[in-house]
C-alpha cells in the first residue's frame, strides 16, 4: 500500500507540473502522450488496488497460503508498475525530475531497491509460473 501511494504521489506531481509547464507553446497537459500516460498510471494504479484488495480479502478468507498466488503478483506488479509512474512523471519534470527540488528521483531509487530487496523479480516470476503450470495441469487432469 506505502508504494501504491508512491504512485499516487507521482500522478499528482504529474497532473501538477503538466498544467503549469508550457512546451513548443502548448501546456503539456494538452499534449496527447502526456494525457496517455496521466491515463494509464490511473488505470494501473487501480487495478494494483483491486489486486492488493483481492489479496487482503484472500489473506484474511483463506490464509496466507490460499492467497500465495496473489501474493506473488503483487511483489512482481506493484514495483513494477509504480516504477513505470514514477518514470513517466520524471519524463513531464524533464530535467528538474532528476534533481532534489521534487521526490520523484528519491522515489525511483526506492521503488528500485524494492525490487531487489524484496527478491528479484525474476525469483517471483519463476514461482508463480511454476504454481499456474501446476494449476493448469490439474484442471485439464479433472476434465479428463
Partial sequence: MRSIGVAERAIEL???????RVAFGKPLADQGVIRDWIAESRVRVEQLRLLVLKTAWLMDTVGNKGAHTEIQAIKIATPAT???I??????????????????LARAYAGIRTLRFADGPDETHKNALARAELRRQSTARNEVR
Fill in 14 to 20: 504529474m497532473c501538477a507540473r503538466a498544467d503549469e
Fill in 82 to 84: 509504480v516504477q513505470w
Fill in 86 to 103: 514514477l518514470d513517466k512523471a520524471i519524463q513531464v519534470h524533464g530535467g528538474g525530475g532528476l534533481s532534489q527540488d521534487f521526490p
